[in-house]
């Protein structure tokens, strides 16, 4: 466990001396990061003019929901993001044989060796307007209610990086798919909304199937305190199931992996 620790420590230090190599380069992506953040939160505004609540939610509720959601987001970009773009082109390169020959899990090394140190802004933005929806609402955080909702949202980042890794992985099989990644963006934006805000069947696959309901409803439930040991147990359930399902489903891919010198 060491190892792979200070192995993400160098992998993280890396990839910010790189970036500070191209300082303004970096600087306006992250502007244009931070803008991608704020501009949900500027349609809550506009859609709250014209509406008094959607599924039961008040806007400062749904405000809340919004800062879970770009906490959420900002944080698998940040760690996540440029490694699953990057995926597709070891596979169709053959780069994956050099990889496959590192003395560490190849899972853990595509999955980490790169860090978006320019997504890091939507983190601190997600942060913010949480603490601020939070200050409008006039909810005591308890250490309870702030347990339970950094346990869930880590619940909701496993989920979320397994469900990635497992729309790319089909890469193995389709060989030139390289934009599999923006299945799961597609996906992952209905967490904007609360679960109540689906019924019937789509309602039980967001919550049990395709979890986004413990990605950010649940979470953001928990800061309110509407929390119970039951739902946490289910979330870090579904954590570590699909975890698994990400770490089997890579290892099938790898099977099928035909390697630049085969």
Sequence with gaps: MRRYIRLYIAFARNCFVRELEYRLSFVLRAIGSAAEGILPVAFIALVFRQVQAVAGW???QMLLLM???TLLEGTLSTLFGANMAEISRYVNRGELDLVLTKPVSSQF???TRLVAWEALPRVVLGGAVTAHALRRLGVSVTAESLLAYVALLGAGLAIGYSLW???VVWVFWTERLSNAGFVFYTFLELGRLPIQAFQGVARLILTFVLPMAFMTTVPTEALMGLFSFERAATGAGLAAAF????SLA???GLR???SASS
Excluded: Q
């Design 109 to 111: 090394y595509v999955s």
């Design 58 to 60: 008040t806007v400062d």
């Design 67 to 69: 800062g879970t959601y």
């Design 243 to 246: 975890l698994i399902a990400s």
């Design 165 to 167: 890794s497992m729309s």
């Design 250 to 252: 890579w290892r099938v």
């Design 256 to 258: 099928s992996y035909a």
